[in-house]
């Protein structure tokens, strides 16, 4: 669906970064939050009740059906194969009672959503603005034009946004008073109960009929609510205890999601399981330090890829660098001679160009503290990599506020001041520069030598912490000189755009992907008999060569792909397969060969 939540594909990522496709979530109970689905073939076929999913059993039990997602519910419980869908057994977990009695249903489950109580999308009447928001309390979906109010400001800002529909509003008026209209200033919840063992209540008591309407609270607005004896009292007795702690947010969720697609981000391009060091200096590889070995060996600073740091540091205390730039892994070389390799044993004494700073002996940033830092514990103690000399950085120590919202602070490149005083050519692509955005290509092939279009003379008080905009790079000038200057400071690799940790991600993230799609398909094989098995695998493969002769043809030909020639393809595709089902033998179902 295209609602208000993150945008794809980090949505797809918030919404199934926390579901274990694999396992049914019904021995877990009542899940607090999870992803749930509803089969629309279960619901229309079944016996009329109502019924929702969970994501293993949407991908395994009704992977052939028509399923809407309805994003996240609180409080579910699985009802794949119980008596609400008992003509199509779970594969993953069959035994369930007959019924979750303290599941809740509405339209949603009937495919129908918001006040006009219409399908999502709505084919018979298609609109270019169908964006839905959730409500955060009754958890219906709503068009935005069907709020009774407008949507608040920006698209991007409403995203960060907890929208109360009308409905709830005037089943609880006393949530106006939380609206951004409202005048009640931001009150820390711990501020607000430790003032006295029963702080007054700040809210009014009288709240007119026209203020009844759907309200729009900015993220943080959870820290505004009274937290008097007798308001506690009623989100007790109204059930919106739950609903009014932080850890329901769904912006918590996604970002608990978020940080373990980062994990696969990381993992996505290593073999587990393979030491890097035949590989050489590795353009990119994500990186660790040994601090048990660092601080029980000979005191030299030594780094070790994934492999090594699951296999042969296990049991120790093991810091995560992230990414590093053409690195070989030191995992049993004279550094740690103390810790012999068990993946590759045969190691050069020394990797005399890898290169070390700080972040190897555990301390970071201009402050040289530990991360995570016990002795001085912040709330805010984010960390940023500089793209220059890979070094992390708390964001409050880079001498330069982080941009915009933190978000978007994450799809940016930031080069610290350290390495923009060595390098000050680099001041001049801050985002306040007024360099015009130039195609790398355009540029080059201006000339045999384009003219160069930074200034020669940079300000003092220019240098320092830089942020760059994804796509930055583009906007480097690649006349004679500069080329020749990259080069000499070794920084043409860094000014290319494979080098992006941007696109190292992205391809982490693809072949991970495609492990589990592969697991999916291993694990679904294994559900069948020899022939069933035989014919899934024949049927893979005549379709990988068949698209493979389909694109080769086209290239040779106009190299033009239209929809139609896709249609033919399908076509031609299944009347093959109809003919070998004609021509061919194929043994019973029971047959033993």
């Given at each position: 669906?295209?609602?208000?939540?993150?945008?794809?594909?980090?949505?797809?990522?918030?919404?199934?970064?926390?579901?274990?496709?694999?396992?049914?979530?019904?021995?877990?109970?009542?899940?607090?939050?999870?992803?749930?689905?509803?089969?629309?073939?279960?619901?229309?076929?079944?016996?009329?009740?109502?019924?929702?999913?969970?994501?293993?059993?949407?991908?395994?039990?009704?992977?052939?059906?028509?399923?809407?997602?309805?994003?996240?519910?609180?409080?579910?419980?699985?009802?794949?194969?119980?008596?609400?869908?008992?003509?199509?057994?779970?594969?993953?977990?069959?035994?369930?009672?007959?019924?979750?009695?303290?599941?809740?249903?509405?339209?949603?489950?009937?495919?129908?959503?918001?006040?006009?109580?219409?399908?999502?999308?709505?084919?018979?009447?298609?609109?270019?603005?169908?964006?839905?928001?959730?409500?955060?309390?009754?958890?219906?979906?709503?068009?935005?034009?069907?709020?009774?109010?407008?949507?608040?400001?920006?698209?991007?800002?409403?995203?960060?946004?907890?929208?109360?529909?009308?409905?709830?509003?005037?089943?609880?008026?006393?949530?106006?008073?939380?609206?951004?209209?409202?005048?009640?200033?931001?009150?820390?919840?711990?501020?607000?109960?430790?003032?006295?063992?029963?702080?007054?209540?700040?809210?009014?008591?009288?709240?007119?009929?026209?203020?009844?309407?759907?309200?729009?609270?900015?993220?943080?607005?959870?820290?505004?609510?009274?937290?008097?004896?007798?308001?506690?009292?009623?989100?007790?007795?109204?059930?919106?205890?739950?609903?009014?702690?932080?850890?329901?947010?769904?912006?918590?969720?996604?970002?608990?999601?978020?940080?373990?697609?980062?994990?696969?981000?990381?993992?996505?391009?290593?073999?587990?399981?393979?030491?890097?060091?035949?590989?050489?200096?590795?353009?990119?590889?994500?990186?660790?330090?040994?601090?048990?070995?660092?601080?029980?060996?000979?005191?030299?600073?030594?780094?070790?890829?994934?492999?090594?740091?699951?296999?042969?540091?296990?049991?120790?205390?093991?810091?995560?660098?992230?990414?590093?730039?053409?690195?070989?892994?030191?995992?049993?070389?004279?550094?740690?001679?103390?810790?012999?390799?068990?993946?590759?044993?045969?190691?050069?004494?020394?990797?005399?160009?890898?290169?070390?700073?700080?972040?190897?002996?555990?301390?970071?940033?201009?402050?040289?503290?530990?991360?995570?830092?016990?002795?001085?514990?912040?709330?805010?103690?984010?960390?940023?990599?500089?793209?220059?000399?890979?070094?992390?950085?708390?964001?409050?120590?880079?001498?330069?506020?982080?941009?915009?919202?933190?978000?978007?602070?994450?799809?940016?490149?930031?080069?610290?001041q350290a390495c923009v005083t060595k390098h000050p050519f680099l001041a001049q692509y801050d985002e306040s520069s007024a360099i015009?955005?130039?195609?790398?290509?355009?540029?080059?092939?201006?000339?045999?030598?384009?003219?160069?279009?930074?200034?020669?003379?940079?300000?003092?008080?220019?240098?320092?912490?830089?942020?760059?905009?994804?796509?930055?790079?583009?906007?480097?000038?690649?006349?004679?000189?500069?080329?020749?200057?990259?080069?000499?400071?070794?920084?043409?690799?860094?000014?290319?755009?494979?080098?992006?940790?941007?696109?190292?991600?992205?391809?982490?993230?693809?072949?991970?992907?495609?492990?589990?799609?592969?697991?999916?398909?291993?694990?679904?094989?294994?559900?069948?008999?020899?022939?069933?098995?035989?014919?899934?695998?024949?049927?893979?493969?005549?379709?990988?060569?068949?698209?493979?002769?389909?694109?080769?043809?086209?290239?040779?030909?106009?190299?033009?792909?239209?929809?139609?020639?896709?249609?033919?393809?399908?076509?031609?595709?299944q009347e093959k397969r109809k003919e070998q089902q004609r021509t061919t033998f194929?043994?019973?179902?029971?047959?033993?060969?």
């Amino acid at each position: 669906m295209a609602m208000h939540v993150p945008r794809a594909p980090d949505r797809e990522r918030a919404l199934y970064g926390n579901c274990d496709t694999d396992t049914c979530t019904y021995p877990q109970g009542y899940v607090k939050r999870q992803a749930l689905f509803v089969c629309m073939t279960c619901n229309n076929n079944g016996n009329g009740q109502l019924a929702g999913v969970c994501a293993a059993c949407a991908f395994h039990c009704h992977n052939n059906h028509e399923v809407n997602e309805l994003y996240t519910r609180r409080f579910f419980r699985c009802d794949c194969g119980n008596s609400k869908l008992s003509h199509q057994p779970c594969k993953l977990y069959p035994n369930k009672d007959p019924e979750n009695v303290s599941n809740k249903y509405d339209d949603n489950f009937r495919g129908l959503y918001c006040t006009c109580k219409r399908p999502y999308p709505d084919k018979e009447l298609p609109s270019d603005d169908d964006a839905m928001i959730q409500c955060m309390i009754c958890e219906d979906w709503f068009h935005s034009q069907h709020l009774g109010v407008p949507t608040p400001m920006e698209e991007n800002e409403a995203d960060q946004m907890d929208m109360i529909c009308q409905a709830c509003v005037t089943k609880h008026p006393f949530l106006v008073q939380y609206d951004e209209s409202s005048a009640i200033p931001s009150r820390p919840v711990e501020n607000n109960a430790a003032a006295s063992n029963n702080p007054p209540c700040f809210l009014t008591s009288n709240v007119n009929d026209n203020e009844l309407h759907t309200i729009f609270l900015r993220d943080g607005w959870r820290n505004r609510l009274c937290r008097c004896v007798q308001c506690c009292k009623l989100y007790d007795d109204l059930n919106l205890t739950v609903v009014f702690n932080d850890d329901d947010a769904i912006q918590e969720y996604e970002k608990q999601a978020l940080a373990k697609n980062r994990e696969r981000a990381l993992y996505g391009n290593c073999d587990t399981d393979t030491c890097t060091y035949p590989q050489g200096y590795v353009k990119r590889q994500a990186l660790f330090v040994c601090m048990t070995c660092n601080n029980n060996g000979n005191g030299q600073l030594a780094g070790v890829c994934a492999a090594c740091a699951f296999h042969c540091h296990n049991n120790h205390e093991v810091n995560e660098l992230y990414t590093r730039r053409f690195f070989r892994c030191d995992c049993g070389n004279s550094k740690l001679s103390h810790q012999p390799c068990k993946l590759y044993p045969n190691k050069d004494p020394e990797n005399v160009s890898n290169k070390y700073d700080d972040t190897f002996r555990g301390l970071y940033c201009t402050c040289k503290r530990p991360y995570p830092d016990k002795e001085l514990p912040s709330d805010d103690d984010a960390m940023i990599q500089c793209m220059i000399c890979e070094d992390w950085f708390h964001s409050q120590h880079l001498g330069v506020p982080t941009p915009m919202e933190e978000n978007e602070a994450d799809q940016m490149d930031m080069i610290c001041q350290a390495c923009v005083t060595k390098h000050p050519f680099l001041a001049q692509y801050d985002e306040s520069s007024a360099i015009p955005s130039r195609p790398v290509e355009n540029n080059a092939a201006a000339s045999n030598n384009p003219p160069c279009f930074l200034t020669s003379n940079v300000n003092d008080n220019e240098l320092h912490t830089i942020f760059l905009r994804d796509g930055w790079r583009n906007r480097l000038c690649r006349c004679v000189q500069c080329c020749k200057l990259y080069d000499d400071l070794n920084l043409t690799v860094v000014f290319n755009d494979d080098d992006a940790i941007q696109e190292y991600e992205k391809q982490a993230l693809a072949k991970s992907e495609n492990l589990d799609a592969d697991k999916l398909l291993a694990s679904s094989l294994q559900k069948l008999d020899h022939v069933k098995k035989l014919e899934v695998l024949q049927g893979i493969n005549d379709f990988k060569k068949s698209l493979g002769d389909f694109l080769r043809d086209k290239a040779n030909g106009d190299g033009v792909l239209t929809a139609t020639d896709v249609t033919t393809f399908f076509a031609d595709l299944q009347e093959k397969r109809k003919e070998q089902q004609r021509t061919t033998f194929m043994p019973p179902d029971n047959c033993k060969f």
